[in-house]
């Protein structure tokens, strides 16, 4: 029994012994394989260099080394001497993650040699990196290393550098080079910082190119740009100078286009709030608009109501309220329907005064935006309001008696908005109690153009 114990012991020692002798006798194979592929690559003749990596190869097979892991043994060697084609070949030929370990280096190599001091070779040689980063998955990582390469040139790099920030998702470097061209405060700088922002492509890079455009009254620019990045608030401040040129209807859609941002980002709130902005001005077709996105229906149809009565469209205005089942408000409607037909007509009369002018051409700056009329139709249209000068006064009038009739609170403010449209009302009335603070004979033809 103590022999057969004996006899197992001794088998597995010399079972392990064998083993030992086998693992030494592949390491001493592969580190003559290493020495004679070391010693290849020393060789400047072609066909001595192959005979010799033949040699190094048979070692490393003999050592048991398997043909993907000579592969990076190869692709490290080639590396190592600058032959970056032939270790890009060797690398193609390892493992998965071997490969794309050995070609990100094969790119470093390239990036490396770009920037050595041949200006003629660089671009070669960055396209060359680019490509491997691409194969070795790394091009993100390998583009930005580039783009900081161009920075560290100064100013003439930086057009380069951003091209390659921009593969790599570098935000912070670009727009710290946007930053930098703005802090320079020059026109031509501030508006290279602009056409950088733009190049980030991102809601952030967006307003503040188009921040930078509006402050230089490049109001097309910004707009454009603020638009590209759904920036509500630019939008906002783009509409609202729509509105102080005068433009309103343009400036509306843009308000509309501010409401459908916020409606796709859910923002309830945001949307409520912008409605109620819209109702403080006065704009309450707009403001249904809105409502109409913010999926508020009773509010929109309510604004709606309030938009009719402005027009003095009393009917239509009746059906709004009875939808949202204001019937106080019908009420007030129909029991004042005597006094506003007055009003009505006055403003209808308005309307048809201000149809009939002229039209006056209106010279656009493309640059800033900014509009102003020309001088030879606003001198046809000064003809126009002469002749219709004591007309407009009798209306203007009109309409002073007639809104100290009206009492309800509400139908008083509908029916200042609309009037408080027309040029005439605001120069001879006063604009809060409709009072006539200019008598006729006072009255310049300046102060009755519409």
Do not use: H
């Not at 010399?14 to 020393?42: H, P, R, V, Y």
């Not at 692709?75 to 390892?94: E, T």
């Not at 980063?133 to 290393?145: I, P, Q, S, T, V």
């Not at 709030?273 to 001005?281: A, D, M, N």
């Amino acid at each position: 029994m103590e022999s057969r114990k004996t006899g197992k012991i001794l088998a597995v020692s010399i079972a392990m012994m064998m083993f030992l002798l086998q693992a030494s006798a592949q390491n001493k194979d592969i580190d003559k394989g290493k020495e004679a592929l070391s010693k290849a690559m020393e060789q400047k003749d072609a066909a001595k260099r192959g005979e010799m990596i033949g040699k190094a190869r048979e070692s490393f097979q003999k050592g048991g080394m398997k043909p993907q892991e000579q592969a990076v043994l190869l692709g490290d060697a080639y590396l190592s001497k600058g032959d970056l084609q032939n270790a890009a070949s060797s690398y193609g030929s390892a493992s998965k993650e071997d490969k794309k370990e050995g070609l990100k280096k094969v790119a470093d190599a390239y990036v490396e040699t770009a920037f050595s001091g041949d200006e003629k070779a660089e671009t070669k040689a960055v396209n060359k990196a680019m490509d491997y980063y691409r194969k070795a998955d790394a091009l993100k990582e390998g583009a930005r290393g580039i783009g900081d390469k161009y920075y560290a040139k100064g100013a003439a790099g930086y057009g380069k550098a951003l091209d390659y920030y921009i593969i790599g998702g570098a935000d912070v470097k670009v727009e710290q080079i946007a930053k930098e061209y703005f802090d320079k405060g020059t026109p031509e700088d501030v508006n290279k910082a602009a056409e950088v922002y733009l190049k980030m492509k991102s809601p952030i890079g967006y307003k503040k190119a188009g921040d930078i455009f509006f402050d230089a009254k490049e109001y097309g620019k910004a707009i454009d740009a603020y638009q590209a990045g759904n920036v509500a608030e630019g939008i906002k401040k783009y509409a609202n100078y729509l509105y102080s040129q005068n433009r309103s209807d343009d400036a509306d859609n843009f308000m509309v286009k501010i409401a459908e941002i916020l409606a796709t980002e859910k923002n309830d709130e945001a949307l409520e709030k912008l409605g109620s902005e819209c109702i403080s001005k006065g704009s309450y077709a707009l403001a249904s608009r809105v409502y109409d996105k913010a999926g508020n229906s009773t509010m929109a149809d309510k604004c709606r109501g309030y938009a009719e009565l402005i027009a003095f469209n009393i009917d239509s205005a009746i059906i709004f309220f009875t939808a949202i089942n204001d019937m106080n408000m019908v009420k007030v409607i129909t029991d004042s329907r005597k006094l506003l037909q007055p009003l009505k007509d006055v403003a209808d009369n308005f309307d048809e005064i201000m149809k009939a002018a002229p039209f006056v051409t209106m010279i656009v700056d493309s640059v800033t935006g900014t509009s102003t009329p020309s001088s030879k139709d606003q001198s046809t249209l000064e003809d126009y309001y002469k002749s219709v000068r004591d007309q407009i006064v009798k209306n203007v009038f009109d309409v002073s008696a007639n809104m100290q009739k009206l009492t309800n609170p509400d139908l008083k403010k509908m029916a200042s908005i609309r009037f408080l449209r027309y040029g005439a009302i605001r120069k001879i009335l006063d604009t809060n109690t409709f009072a006539i603070k200019k008598q006729k004979a006072d009255v310049k033809v300046k102060d009755v153009t519409m």
